[in-house]
């Protein structure tokens, strides 16, 4: 696996680095943070003061970039793989974006939001930015995780489960994972209003075509070397599986967005975009 952590020094991104320990070792892990330098709101300053306060300010933000980087990186792992650092200048999102692309990264590692000591910086949009546009996976760290014990994993279509699959067979875990993989089945108003019409032993047997269908990647998953059960629901599909997380309280959510063309990539899908948004759990959103 070829990893990117983004850190910024706040204490989410600390929670991300910190992930690692449940991590694989990387093939490549890159730890950068980009510094976003302010402009300088005081147009009556006189140019000369203006550039050399400019100066102090990006030279001071540089600093604590290093500091960061450095802080992240002791919190790694023992043998986390071979690691490099980077220090970036420019807008957040889109150095994230352009690193993860030159390095050919299989997973951006990042905390949900993160506000540095000099310059307040909003990670939230930032990293909602970069899972939306990324070309590779993302992981948003939000909550402390030291061990991926327990997984939820909703699949809509036979796509879902491959892209999944795919990810999984990169080994991206340091343990084998509890895994339930979940169906939602939109046989309830407003998703579906004729499903109030269809009689009860035809849902049913939908259901159990659903549950059949979770098994086929369970097996998959199983041959990895996790445990794997399915679950098929009837439900509205983002308030099924927000339910979902509320009860079951995994370790790790891992959902593939619905748009997947290159247009669609600019947004997540209404579903993944109402569960990314709605639970506190730490997701993993797989693009392969």
Not at 164 to 173: D, E
Request: glycine share 6%; charged share 20%.
């Amino acid at each position: 696996m070829k990893y990117l952590l983004a850190v910024d020094g706040s204490d989410q991104s600390l929670d991300a680095t910190r992930a690692f320990e449940a991590l694989s070792p990387a093939k490549s892990l890159k730890v950068l943070n980009v510094v976003s330098v302010p402009g300088i709101p005081y147009p009556a300053m006189g140019a000369g003061v203006a550039k050399d306060l400019a100066m102090t300010v990006e030279q001071a933000m540089k600093e604590e970039g290093e500091r960061a980087v450095e802080q992240a990186v002791s919190l790694l792992p023992l043998h986390p793989g071979s690691v490099s650092k980077q220090l970036e200048m420019g807008k957040p999102a889109e150095c994230i974006l352009k690193v993860a692309q030159d390095e050919e990264v299989d997973l951006v590692v990042m905390g949900a939001r993160g506000l540095g000591r000099i310059q307040e910086q909003i990670f939230g949009s930032v990293s909602h930015r970069v899972m939306t546009h990324a070309h590779c996976s993302t992981f948003l760290v939000k909550q402390p995780i030291r061990k991926i014990n327990n997984l939820l994993i909703p699949i809509e279509s036979q796509e879902d489960s491959e892209a999944i699959l795919a990810f999984f067979r990169k080994n991206p875990f340091r343990e084998p994972c509890a895994i339930t993989v979940l169906h939602v089945l939109p046989m309830v108003a407003p998703v579906w209003p004729v499903g109030a019409m269809i009689p009860a032993s035809f849902r049913k047997e939908m259901v159990s075509y659903g549950e059949k269908f979770t098994q086929v990647l369970c097996v998959e998953l199983e041959r990895l070397g996790h445990q794997a059960k399915g679950k098929a629901i009837e439900g509205a599909p983002s308030v099924t599986i927000v339910d979902e997380v509320n009860k079951a309280k995994p370790d790790l959510l891992v959902l593939r967005p619905q748009s997947h063309s290159a247009v669609g990539r600019f947004f997540l899908g209404s579903v993944s975009h109402a569960v990314v948004h709605h639970t506190d759990c730490s997701l993993l959103l797989v693009r392969e």
